[in-house]
T-cell receptor, first 112, second 118 residues
């Protein structure tokens, strides 16, 4: 089974600097990894994804990097803004399934 | 864009009673809906997958007789927590997928329901 782990429960970054959120996974068989942003008492919203055949995907201030040999991916947010303060989840579809499995989340706080 | 409405946003019920949570896709037909629960400061745990017109598929460890899922139409799925107990208190979130929706964009999530059982 695919397991997705986010080892840092929280991260604090100054406004304007780079935020780097990390995610590790166990099973190399996957279609996509996705990043979601979530505010308390709300559903998660999609940010950006990366397919298994790529090592980088960029969308505005958000860039996701995939290191398949290390089974690791990261989300870079630059420049960080106070509105980015939320919980970020990485998620994955186990290979050939429609189920979206979430990591444990990292709470990002961007301070002025 | 695709919108999923979840109702109610919060509910308080007495132990032993049943509670129904609705998940509606407002502007697309949801061939598949997913139900998650989230305990405080924890991950979103997938409970079950439901396809319109067929029985839901439950994840390991989820009691299907306790968490009744109905997906009777392409725009509505319901989760009924039967004989609720305080340990069922959690944040329940649904998500929906439409036909042809690309996996690279994920699924659309509802805003969640905070259930408190007293």
């Amino acid at each position: 089974d695919q397991q997705v782990k986010q080892n840092s429960p929280s991260l604090s970054v100054q406004e304007g600097r780079i935020s780097i959120l990390n995610c590790d996974y166990t099973n190399s068989m996957f279609d996509y990894f996705l990043w979601y942003k979530k505010y308390p008492a709300e559903g998660p919203t999609f940010l950006i994804s990366i397919s298994s055949i790529k090592d980088k995907n960029e969308d505005g201030r958000f860039t996701v990097f995939l290191n398949k040999s290390a089974k690791h991916l990261s989300l870079h947010i630059v420049p960080s803004q106070p509105g980015d303060s939320a919980v970020y989840f990485c998620a994955s579809y186990p290979y050939n399934t429609d189920k979206l499995i979430f990591g444990t989340g990292t709470r990002l706080q961007v301070f002025p | 864009g695709a919108v999923v409405s979840q109702h109610p946003s919060w509910v308080i019920c007495k132990s032993g009673t049943s509670v129904k949570i609705e998940c509606r896709s407002l502007d697309f037909q949801a061939t598949t809906m997913f139900w998650y629960r989230q305990f405080p400061k924890q991950s979103l745990m997938l409970m079950a997958t439901s396809n319109e017109g067929s029985k839901a598929t439950y994840e390991q460890g989820v009691e299907k007789d306790k968490f009744l899922i109905n997906h009777a139409s392409l725009t509505l799925s319901t989760l009924t927590v039967t004989s609720a107990h305080p340990e069922d208190s959690s944040f329940y979130i649904c998500s929906a997928r439409g036909p042809g929706q690309q996996k690279s964009y994920g699924y659309t999530f509802g805003s969640g329901t905070r259930l408190t059982v007293v």
